[in-house]
Each structure stands twice: as C-alpha cells, then as structure tokens.
C-alpha cells in the first residue's frame, strides 16, 4: 500500500504530510522551550542579584555566527535539489553539518573551561575565581582532603579578588588547609548557572539531533535523488524547517544568557 500526499499536497491543508508533522512538532518545542524561558524570566524576576561575566561573550558570538552560516547553507542545498544541482546541494548539505560540528564543539570548549573555573573562599574570607594549575574537571574540597590521596596544596590562579580592593594576582599556592570552600562554576553553584547549562544542553542535544538528520540526507538519504527526486527535496525541506527552529532557540538564547 503507497502512503499518499509524500509528495504532493494534501487537499485540507495545502502541505504534504510531512511538512504537516515538523509544524505540529515544532509546535510542541515551542511549548517546551517556552515553558523554560518562563521559568528563566520568573527566577530571574526573583533573584535578589543576578550575576555578570561568567560568560565569554566573544566564543558566544562567534557560536552565533556559526549557527547563522549554517542556516544559510541548509537553504542553499534546498534550493540545489529545487534547481535540479545535486552536486551543489552535496557542498552544502555538507557545509552545515561540518558547522554543526563546529558549533557543538565550540560549546563544549565552554562548558569544559566552567568546570575547570572555580570559585575559593579562604579561613581569612577572601574570595577568589580562576583556575588551578593542571585544569582537573570538577574538583570539589572534598576531592582535596580525601585520606587516601590527600593534596597538601594546590597552585591556583586568580583572575579576581572579590575581596575589597583586591585585584588579580599571579599565580599563588595555596594550602589546602587555609581553603574552606572549593566549587566549580558547575550547573550547582548557582541558579544562574543551572539555567544555562540546562537551556544550552537542550539546545546542543537539538542540534546534534539535526545534524545526525541532515548528515543522514546528505549521506545514505541521497540516494532517493535517483529514483524520487522531489521526494529528497521535500526531506531536505522539513530538515531545513527545524534547522532553523533550533537557530531561532540560540538567537534567543544569546542575549539572555550571555548579554543580559
């Protein structure tokens, strides 16, 4: 039994089948993201403070300009198979999953430098952030006086004195002793960070998931050229369709997290 309206349009709704699932799919991402921007925009509301900084802005923006590309580059293969160009929409195709790529493993640069970023508070009460010499991931003060591996000192760097009139110093060595609070800049330190981690990891898993389909067409999919063109393009169309969704998400996503 042939599934009708693959590739022509459905009388009721003017789109063929599969167009009509990625709109109702993308309706429930909608619903979803929104639900997590709302409860950004009421904790935020809440918040006594709200802090600043914390992110590169510079990698975010590139992040950006990455995505950006690569939304341009899935039209650009649409409109190949369109004008009947299978070779231009391989370049293409290929283009955006190599940025997708690209912007994944620039996020997870990010990510690794706040697990290797840290938060110390001395017995005398000075504050510091930076990193330790080594970048372990995720060391806790628990970590540090362990009684089977216990570390004596640690070699940190600061690049902030919260203390007044501190500034940032060169590299110290500090005892573990005189250290009474050691916490990565972890999705746990505090809810701003909870908020990113979580809207970004949401965001990267949507578009690992896009780019495993778009790779997908550009690969073994391709092979339906040959024998339902038109079927390829509408494929590569609704790819194209929750790409941008997911670079809708992050234009969103920048400004709130990392310029707000």
């Known amino acids: 039994m042939e599934i009708p309206y693959t590739v022509e349009a459905r ?77 231009k929409f391989k370049l293409f195709q290929g283009c955006t999953v190599l940025l997708a790529l690209t912007f994944v493993t620039i996020k997870s640069y990010e990510y690794h430098d706040k697990f290797t970023h840290y938060y110390v508070r001395l017995a ?71 908020i990113y981690f979580t809207l970004t990891a949401l965001h990267a898993l949507h578009v690992i998931g896009g780019a495993v389909v778009i790779g997908y067409l550009w690969g073994p999919g391709s092979k339906l050229w040959k024998t339902d063109p038109e079927r390829l393009t509408n494929r590569v169309e609704v790819a194209g369709l929750f790409w941008h969704f997911v670079d809708l998400v992050w234009i969103f996503l920048f400004p709130v997290l990392y310029l707000l």
């Open 11 to 87: 009388p009721d709704t003017g789109l063929f089948n599969a167009k009509v699932g990625i709109w109702l799919f993308l309706a429930s991402e909608v619903m979803l993201f929104g639900a997590l921007f709302s409860s950004y925009v009421l904790l935020r509301v809440g918040a006594l403070e709200w802090p600043h900084g914390l992110l590169n802005v510079p990698i975010g923006t590139l992040n950006t300009l990455v995505l950006i590309t690569s939304s341009i580059t899935v039209v650009m293969a649409w409109a190949s198979l369109k004008l009947g160009d299978f070779a």
């Open 124 to 194: 005398d009460g000075k504050e510091l952030t930076g990193h330790i010499a080594g970048s372990p991931m995720n060391w806790t003060l628990a970590t540090l006086t362990d009684p089977h591996h216990p570390i004596k000192e640690i070699v940190f760097h600061p690049e902030e004195a919260k203390e007044a009139g501190a500034g940032a110093a060169g590299p110290m060595t500090i005892a573990t002793a005189q250290i009474k609070k050691l916490e990565s800049f972890g999705p746990w330190h505090s809810t701003y960070l909870a």
